[in-house]
Structures are given as C-alpha cells and as structure tokens.
C-alpha cells in the first residue's frame, strides 16, 4: 500500500502563492508517476500536473506558466508550487501515485482558496 499525506493549502489573496507538499510512504519503490488534481465546488476533478520517474512534467492549459510539479525523491516527496494563483484556482488539491502495476492511490486533499 502507497499512503500519500498533503500538506499547505490554505487562503490566499489573487496573486499570492502556495506550495503544495505531498509525502508518500509505504510500499512506493514501484510508483512510476506523481500527479495533482483539483475539484472545484460542482465541478469534475481534473489533473492539474504530473511527474513521471523519467521525462518531463506536464500541465493543465490553464496554469502553465504559473504552477511547478517537482520532486525529492529522498524526501519521497512531491510539490506543486502555484504562483500567480487566481480564484478559479480554488478548490481541493489531490495528490495521486500510480505504479507500474496501474494502481493508483490518493492523498485525503488540501483545501486552496483565492480570494479576489
């Protein structure tokens, strides 16, 4: 089993920035992919990023240019820095690991929002 805790959402004004952590544990040496998704209020929750082991990161239209996925891997940590963030950015922020197995797993969501 892969556990997966978020951490560093919160309220920000339009314009701020957060960075989102999110540390894995368990049984991960098989994780190949390291993701972010958001679900606004009435919305469907969407990837916002991802990270695989090897190979470039790649980003939702809407906040390239503004949002960064990184990793540590000696941290077994991955991060989402926002900047720029605007309210349309709000909702809860999910982390997901998926494996060479096709399992996926998903953190309990961070709360991010952008107030005008």
């Known amino acids: 089993q892969v556990q997966l805790v978020e951490s560093g959402g919160g309220l920000v004004q339009a314009g701020g920035s957060l960075k989102l952590s999110c540390a894995a544990s368990g049984i991960i040496f098989s994780i190949n992919r390291m993701e972010w998704y958001r679900q606004a209020p009435g919305k469907e929750r969407e990837l916002v990023a991802s990270?695989?082991?090897?190979?470039?990161?790649n980003y939702v239209d809407s906040v390239k240019g503004r949002f960064t996925i990184s990793r540590d891997n000696a941290k077994n940590t991955v991060y989402l820095q926002m900047n720029g963030l605007k309210p349309e950015d709000t909702g809860a922020y999910y982390c997901?690991?998926?494996?060479?197995?096709?399992?996926?797993?998903w953190g309990q969501g961070t709360q991010v929002t952008v107030s005008e």
């Open positions: 990270i695989p082991n090897s190979g470039v990161p």
């Open positions: 997901a690991s998926r494996d060479i197995f096709k399992h996926e797993h």
